[in-house]
């Protein structure tokens, strides 16, 4: 016959002092805090393919325009799952381009696949985020014939980092993660006049948070429990 017995937890040893965290507990703390951005401090890393900006994120696709009709012009603003897309650029400053549709036909290369979002004239639009914070945000876009600017914008509206596309008629990737909140994203793309009008798009807008980062134990019993 064997029996087991539970022992009960020691809160202290023999002199009556409470013991101090295991030094491994005291570790993985010290670890977990120096990932932390400096107050103050923001840094903005820009990856080229979904792959890459996967892999340091967790994200969800918020925004594919399918259900919009698409070959009209299309007022401000347009709200997509989490996402707030806004501009002040005319009174119908978007458009949604569909397979073969005019603005596709005409003006997009290469052509779209699904439906994408493009402006009405240039491209010149702000993304703001609903819920959050949201510290990554990753889209798939086709360049026209002038390149793409991304200006990105902490909660305070400060400016926290930029890039150009400037590879001009090709379909990409551009994803964004932060070490603080982003509260805004800025696209802007010039559209010439004819004949040489071409359309920047963008579609399958992600947005998350950086990394998997499992959360900093709340309490001296958790590093008891896990540590011991």
Known sequence: MFSFRRSSPRLSDRSGRMP???????????????????????????????????????????????ALPGGVNTASPIAQGLINFSSTLNALPFYILKPGNPGDACCTFPHVTSAYLTGNGNEDW???????????????????????????????????????????NVAGYLGIVSTVPIGRVHVFSLELAPPDAQHSAIDNVAIGIEGDLPALPTSWGFLKTTYR
């Open 20 to 66: 101090g965290p295991a030094p491994a507990a005291l570790a993985t703390v010290a670890a977990l805090l120096a990932v932390a951005p400096a107050a103050g401090h923001a840094a903005v890393t820009f990856y080229t393919t979904q792959f890459a900006f996967q892999s340091v994120s967790t994200t969800t696709v918020e925004a594919t325009f399918e």
């Open 126 to 168: 702000d993304m703001t985020f609903f819920g959050g914070p949201n510290t990554a945000v990753g889209f798939d876009y086709i360049s026209n014939n002038t390149g793409i600017t991304v200006t990105v914008f902490d909660g305070a509206n400060a400016q926290i980092g930029a890039t150009t596309i400037s590879t001009q």
